[in-house]
């Protein structure tokens, strides 16, 4: 045995061994590592022979060389000889398997590809479940609104008082200043005017009274619309007008329905009214300042004595006693 054939068991050796500890393919790169293995052992057999032929040309002409040739030999193609020794003694089959522990890096690598693919789908699917996040937030606004909806609207009218003048007050000036309360922030108004507001919700209006009865309505509203009201009747009696007068005729009646004739002087043109419990009637002052109107009782019941009213649009009146007589 030369030292060649030494080298190459030495080599085919050390492949066993390495084959021995080697793990498995993985199943999923077997077919690509027999392709592999099948263009190696070709590339093996043909290094081997060109190997073979210069170590024995190199054996035949120079002994003393023998050492250095081999060493270069078994330097560059120190893979080559262990392949031609194994192959000799057995089947191809088996070392075409044995061979792949030489070209396992190549497979290795080749794996690689899929596992940096596979975690790109991942993100994937972790993009698709932030939709899902940003939905679950938006309701919570439409849960704060229903309680805005649901306050309930504002039905409460402003109170409202009128403080000055008093009911039934009498002036001899025709303008005065109206004072009053209301509710703070609302808005008062007597007609077409409007009243001066203050502070905690008092106000003031200033306004020129005609001659006579004037009936005052003063309203107050506030800002969801409510309104309220009050009123007062005030007189204004001019100092060059007539002198007021009222008399009642009879005072008692047997007639059915029993009546009253009522008559004086006053202001010409001016309103007179009568007024009672069980009757009413109203007439105006002539031109000669004279008046007359005659006023029914028909509900009033016999035997009872009651009170007649009469006044003019000045506020000025006279009250007189009436008792129906008609029989039971």
């Given at each position: ?275 009672s419990k069980y009757g009413s009637g109203s007439t105006r002052v002539g031109l ?6 005659k006023v029914f009782f028909p509900e009033a019941p016999s035997g009872d004595v ?23």
């Open positions: 045995m030369n030292a060649v054939d030494a080298r190459a068991r030495r080599a085919a050796s050390a492949i066993h061994e390495s084959l021995a500890t080697a793990a498995p393919p993985a199943p999923f790169a077997t077919v690509v590592r027999r392709a592999a293995i099948a263009k190696v052992v070709n590339l093996a057999i043909v290094g081997t022979g060109i190997a073979m032929f210069i170590a024995a040309g190199a054996a035949f002409r120079t002994p003393q060389p023998l050492v250095p040739v081999a060493d270069t030999a078994t330097s560059t193609t120190t893979e080559a000889p262990p392949l031609t020794t194994t192959l000799a003694p057995r089947d191809d089959r088996p070392e075409v398997v044995a061979l792949p522990t030489t070209t396992e890096p190549v497979p290795t690598t080749e794996p690689a590809p899929p596992t940096t693919s596979a975690p790109t789908t991942p993100p994937t699917t972790t993009t698709t479940e932030a939709p899902p996040t940003t939905t679950t937030t938006e309701p919570p606004p439409t849960t704060t609104k229903p309680p805005d909806i649901t306050k309930p609207p504002d039905t409460t009218p402003p109170a409202i008082a009128i403080v000055f003048p008093e009911n039934r007050m009498r002036f001899a000036r025709p303008a005065i200043t109206i004072r009053g309360t209301t509710e703070p922030g609302a808005t008062v108004t007597l007609g077409k005017h409007e009243a001066d507001m203050g502070d905690e919700g008092l106000w003031r209006l200033r306004l020129e009274l005609r001659p006579g009865r004037n009936r005052l309505v003063v309203t107050a509203a506030d800002a969801a619309g409510n309104t309220a009201q009050d009123v007062v009747v005030v007189f204004y009696e001019p100092p060059d007008i007539a002198p007021f007068s009222a008399h009642a005729t009879f005072g008692s009646c047997e007639l059915d329905p029993p009546y009253d004739v009522y008559y004086g002087r006053g202001e010409p043109g001016s309103a007179i009214s009568v007024i000669d300042g004279g008046w007359e109107v009651f009170w007649v009213r009469v006044a003019d649009e000045y506020g000025r009146s006279k009250t007189f006693e009436f008792v129906s007589n008609v029989p039971k």
